[in-house]
């Protein structure tokens, strides 16, 4: 069956500093989508990546698909205490029939 | 306003109690989900449905059971409850992708 790797599955930066999370799938992904989730809530979207080796930026957060639609990426540069929270990649395969999460990466943003 | 409404937000059973979470949407989408979501395990599917009157089994449905009243409501049954199933529990909906989750229920099982 289908495999989602997602690391690092924590991170503790200081605030400035950038983190980077990746998510790899083991066969090629129709689409991903990458969520939010904060500390006692529920994950939120953010993003949709559908073409081979898209970019997309959302003012600090940049998401990248891979040129084999097999991985992807969410980079955020000069991290703000706003940013603490677990990021999830969710990955789409079988014609947007079979969706599987990634188990995500716990961002911790220290003063 | 539009979203997916889970009940209870919090709930505590003792082994072998029963229990249904409900989960209702007003996004008019065909599809609903079962998510639960543990510590470094990340969401894990449960059952989903495509559509009213149907439904599948995910990645982990021993010992739940489900239904789909209707469009709108996916309710989720603990029929015997285990310390294993102590969890919080996602509902969410999509017309295709990406999902719409619920606030999330959080149970205890002891």
């Known amino acids: 069956g289908q495999q989602v790797m997602q690391i690092p599955q924590y991170q503790h930066v200081q605030e400035g500093e950038d983190f980077t999370t990746y998510c790899n799938s083991s066969?090629?992904?129709?689409?991903i989508q990458w969520y939010k989730q904060r500390p006692g809530g529920h994950p939120v979207f953010l993003i949709q990546l559908v073409k081979s080796g898209e970019v997309k930026k959302q003012k600090r957060l940049t998401f990248q698909f891979g040129e084999a639609k097999k991985n992807s990426s969410l980079h955020i540069t000069a991290t703000q205490t706003t940013d603490v929270g677990t990021y999830f990649c969710?990955?789409?395969?079988?014609?947007?029939?079979?969706?599987?999460f990634g188990t995500g990466t716990q961002l911790k943003v220290e003063l | 306003n539009a979203g997916v409404t889970q009940t209870p937000k919090f709930q505590v059973l003792k082994t072998g109690q029963s229990m249904t979470l409900q989960c209702a949407q007003d996004m008019n989408h065909n599809s609903m989900y079962w998510y639960r979501q543990d510590p470094g395990m990340g969401l894990r599917l449960i059952y989903y449905s495509a559509s009213e009157g149907t439904t599948d089994k995910g990645e982990v449905p021993n010992g739940y059971n489900v239904s789909r009243l209707n469009k709108r409501e996916f309710s989720l049954r603990l029929e015997s409850a285990a310390p294993s199933q102590t969890s919080v529990y996602f509902c969410?909906?999509?017309?295709?992708?990406?999902?719409?989750f619920g606030n999330g229920t959080r149970l205890t099982v002891t």
């Open positions: 066969t090629t992904l129709s689409n």
């Open positions: 969710e990955a789409v395969t079988g014609g947007g029939n079979k969706l599987t």
């Open positions: 969410a909906t999509t017309p295709l992708s990406p999902l719409h």
